[in-house]
């Protein structure tokens, strides 16, 4: 039986070892520093098998249910197959279900895949072109309701993978996918907590997972969901969130546009800091940018918010990887 | 007699502390630009593991991690000044959270003892 393998490959390791220390024996480059389960610098992801409570001491609940652990603590018991904390982990095949124009730039995949892709909304995956070339995606889609998963993906002029998505990608397509990744979901949410939403351009996609999420789930506290556009074109699901909160008491949405002067106007982010005042109670989810992210994040908890109630979801500019 | 980590309540006391210093020390001044631009949750898990160093708690830290550890801040300008503004952070955080006197000082001598470490002296 092989009870530790790394990536695709078995890694020997001694009865009462560690994780880390088995990893560095095989001298894969694994980070870490404090080796004491306290820095997190070395922190992987089983993508099978649990790792044991006391190798997810200290990290956040959505952490744990996703199988994040600290190898330098790990005394594995059960069989664990693990990646590096930011590495999607195998590639599973995937068939386009259908294609849409959101708006002038936005689109909506939506992608049939195996039933072994697991994963809760507000994680993202990775499309994978026919060259290899990734990207990262957040996920907009509910596995309990929808047979499909959903990207919501905005198309760059001269993008490789916007040309890919563009040209290439029509119903009954095939291609590739691998994942999920990403922490930004509905889990340690008390039902009765406020929730506020926010993000800018195609960071409405994992919020809208966690909003259909929590509302699948019965949350009983408000649901406050921000989305900021720089034209009035980009708020593009604008007419069905107005319409869903006329279903939900619970629900507000707040939409923003930077180019505008009306009722409407603004930055988003500027919004979400004026209407917030109960920040030390409130579950945050910020998707968007990184000026959009870190600036909310480093504004929310200075003004009292705990660090651990910000889930958030950087999109960082192409190749750059996420 | 009990260790400074178990008479200030263990890992959850270093939890309790953790967001507060953390806070305290982006609201100062003198130090805040060391910050920018980092990744907040590992800062924030960073933090933490100074804090149990400092509170006497378990830790394998080296000079040599220290060093390698602050060397990008060395390069942008750290000195003492701003190893005295962290200490008098942490001392802040300990009172607002009702720890003694003596538990302050012992912690601020703590966190002292890796100064030379920190600035590659």
Redesign the interface.
């Known amino acids: 039986m092989t009870l530790l393998t790394y990536r695709e490959a078995a890694i020997e390791i001694e009865p009462g070892e560690d994780v880390l220390s088995a990893l560095l024996r095989a001298e894969i480059d694994a980070p870490h520093?404090?080796?004491?389960g306290?820095?997190?610098?070395c922190m992987h992801r089983a993508v099978e098998g649990n790792p044991p409570a006391a190798a997810q001491q200290?990290l956040s609940d959505a952490q744990k249910a996703l199988g994040y652990f600290l190898p330098c603590v790990c005394v594995p018991e059960t069989p664990l197959t693990i990646v590096p904390a930011r590495e999607a982990g195998a590639r599973s095949e995937a068939v386009v279900h259908s294609i849409d124009r959101l708006s002038d730039d936005v689109v909506r995949l939506r992608l049939e895949h195996d039933s072994d892709f697991a994963y809760r909304p507000g994680q993202l995956l990775e499309l994978i072109a026919d060259d290899g070339l990734g990207r990262h995606y957040s996920l907009a889609s509910l596995p309990e309701e929808d047979s499909f998963v959903e990207l919501h993906i905005r198309l760059h002029p001269g993008g490789r993978m916007s040309r890919f998505i563009a040209e290439e990608l029509a119903p009954g397509r095939q291609l590739h996918i691998a994942g999920p990744l990403g922490t930004c979901i509905y889990e340690g949410v008390d039902p009765d907590q406020p929730m506020a939403l926010i993000g800018s351009g195609t960071g409405l996609a994992p919020l809208i997972g966690v909003m259909r999420d929590a509302l699948r789930r019965g949350h009983r506290g408000s649901i406050r969901l921000y989305h900021g556009a720089r034209e009035r074109e980009g708020l593009y699901l604008h007419d069905h969130l107005e319409t869903l909160t006329k279903r939900h008491a619970n629900l507000r949405y707040v939409p923003r546009v930077l180019s505008d002067s009306g009722p409407h106007g603004g930055d988003v982010a500027t919004a979400a800091l004026e209407h917030e005042n109960a920040l030390p109670h409130t579950a945050f989810f910020l998707c968007g940018g990184e000026k959009l992210v870190?600036r909310l994040?480093?504004v929310l908890?200075?003004k009292g918010a705990?660090?651990k109630q910000i889930r958030s979801d950087t999109f960082l500019p192409a190749g750059s990887g996420r | 007699m009990s260790s400074l980590y178990e008479r200030l309540g263990g890992e959850k006391a270093v939890d309790a502390a953790v967001e507060l210093f953390y806070r305290n020390v982006l609201a100062d001044g003198r130090i805040a630009r060391f910050f920018d631009g980092v990744n907040m949750e590992d800062q924030l898990a960073k933090q933490k593991s100074f804090l149990t160093m400092a509170f006497g708690g378990p830790n394998k830290y080296t000079g040599k991690d220290m060093r390698k550890a602050h060397e990008r801040l060395v390069a942008k300008g750290l000195n003492d000044s701003h190893v005295d503004a962290v200490i008098e952070d942490l001392s802040r955080t300990l009172r607002q959270l009702g720890v003694g006197e003596k538990e302050v000082q012992e912690v601020a001598a703590l966190a002292n003892s890796v100064r030379n470490d920190v600035l590659n002296h």
Do not use: A, D
């Open positions: 520093s404090c080796r004491s306290v820095c997190q610098s200290g870190g994040k480093r908890f200075l705990s660090l």
